[in-house]
């Protein structure tokens, strides 16, 4: 159902971590930048900007943002709305701006601010979110490349089409009529993000896997797929691209849709469950009654192939702000140690075969201060290739609707997120 007027987004600000507000966009009357100084009140009351609740209710106004590579997009609304659709609209605009300039900074919304704002009149139309879609955004506002601002500054031509691309007006308002490619290929990356806790014992107290679907399409004409999953009962809660079929997906399980040109994520998923990690991590931090400490921490694979390789492996050890007097040696990889953070970082990189990493070290505490009551708790960190930690694989891609037979590509990742392991 459509929004009421009262209840669209009435501003948009671009604002780094320390309050400097980079874009402003207003569609429904403008808001004074005050509200800016509000939520960095809010700000400042966390430990860390990513802790900031993501609505915020002032006397006026409701305050929805996310958080971007130390930048907030703020989105300010007068009346309720619904704050997923507003979260999503800026998930979504996060997406377009690193499409077109790369990742969001406060450095790359600078030097592109005229390309935000263009992006920003396309995707919004009196407060509603209007076109989100990369494919067609591109075919309307071009990419801010060095040869293309040459061409501006010398011309004065705008970025901008004085037409409608095709598809604006088409029934698959995500891709235009008319596409050739020279060779027709599609290729799927799935990556699963893990974050768990792991007790001493080695036991698995929680686990939380969060799967992405990207796809980068380059066929021609108006191609229909068709995609099936191996094990896809394991899918908790998915989301869709607006081009799957979802009554489809709901009664047989099976992805259906018509892909954008160019790269987009087609679905992302969660799934829980006691999973088997691809490494284990064994760690004993003990302290003795006169403050001395011994610290001992074994890491190996749990599986054993030529095809799955353990990389960019560490593991980082966080200690009392009392420490003293650390040495650490690392049979595998190197060790760093901040004195000011009392940080331990032990980077492992690959994971090798002939041998068990371990770092062995001593730590020291001031005698008249008690012992902690608890070891830390260890971050660890990896990635895995040709591995889906939930066993998730495509079955079956199958084209309709065209008589070329495309390449197909499909990758697997499985990457740390924020995986404890308490000591």
């Not at 009392?320 to 049979?331: C, L, M």
Request: charged share 20%; proline share 7%; with cysteine.
């Amino acid at each position: 159902l459509p929004l009421p007027v009262s209840g669209m987004i009435q501003s948009i600000f671009m604002v780094s971590v320390g309050g400097e507000v980079l874009i402003e966009k207003h569609w429904r009357g403008s808001v004074n930048r005050t509200v800016c100084d509000q939520f960095m009140e809010e700000v400042s009351k966390v430990s860390k900007p990513s802790e900031v609740l993501p609505v915020l209710a002032t006397s006026r106004f409701y305050l929805i943002h996310v958080l971007k590579n130390n930048v907030f997009l703020l989105a300010i609304a007068q009346q309720e709305v619904p704050p997923l659709l507003v979260l999503e609209f800026l998930h979504r605009a996060a997406t377009i701006f690193r499409y077109y300039f790369g990742e969001v900074t406060e450095d790359s919304v600078k030097e592109n601010f005229l390309t935000v704002y263009q992006l920003l009149d396309e995707m919004i139309d009196s407060g509603m979110p209007l076109t989100t879609e990369a494919s067609i955004l591109k075919d309307m506002i071009a990419t801010p490349t060095m040869v293309h601002k040459i061409m501006t500054s010398v011309t004065g031509k705008s970025a901008i089409r004085s037409d409608f691309p095709d598809g604006t007006s088409s029934n698959v308002p995500w891709r235009r009529l008319g596409i050739k490619h020279g060779t027709n290929e599609v290729f799927f990356d799935l990556e699963e993000e893990v974050d768990c806790t792991v007790e001493g014992n080695g036991l698995m107290k929680s686990c939380l896997v969060t799967g992405t679907v990207n796809c980068t399409s380059r066929l021609s004409g108006m191609p229909d797929l068709t995609m099936t999953f191996k094990n896809s009962s394991l899918f908790d809660d998915a989301s869709f691209h607006p081009c799957v079929r979802y009554s489809r997906y709901l009664r047989d399980r099976v992805l259906s849709f018509v892909p954008p040109d160019g790269f987009f994520q087609l679905m992302t998923y969660r799934t829980t469950g006691n999973l088997t990690l691809p490494l284990y991590v064994k760690p004993q931090i003990t302290f003795t009654p006169d403050g001395s400490g011994k610290v001992l921490v074994l890491c190996g694979p749990k599986i054993q192939t030529d095809k799955l390789v353990l990389e960019d492996v560490s593991v980082t050890i966080p200690f009392p702000p009392n420490v003293t007097n650390t040495q650490f040696n690392a049979t595998c990889g190197y060790t760093q140690f901040d004195e000011i953070t009392k940080v331990c970082k032990w980077e492992i990189g690959r994971m090798p075969k002939e041998k068990t990493p371990q770092l062995t070290g001593s730590v020291s505490l001031p005698a008249d201060e008690p012992l902690p009551e608890q070891g830390p708790t260890l971050l660890v960190g990896f990635r895995v290739g040709h591995y889906a930690i939930t066993g998730c694989k495509v079955d079956v891609l199958t084209l309709h609707n065209e008589k070329y037979r495309p390449y197909k590509g499909i990758r697997y990742l499985t990457k740390a997120g924020v995986c404890e392991f308490r000591s």
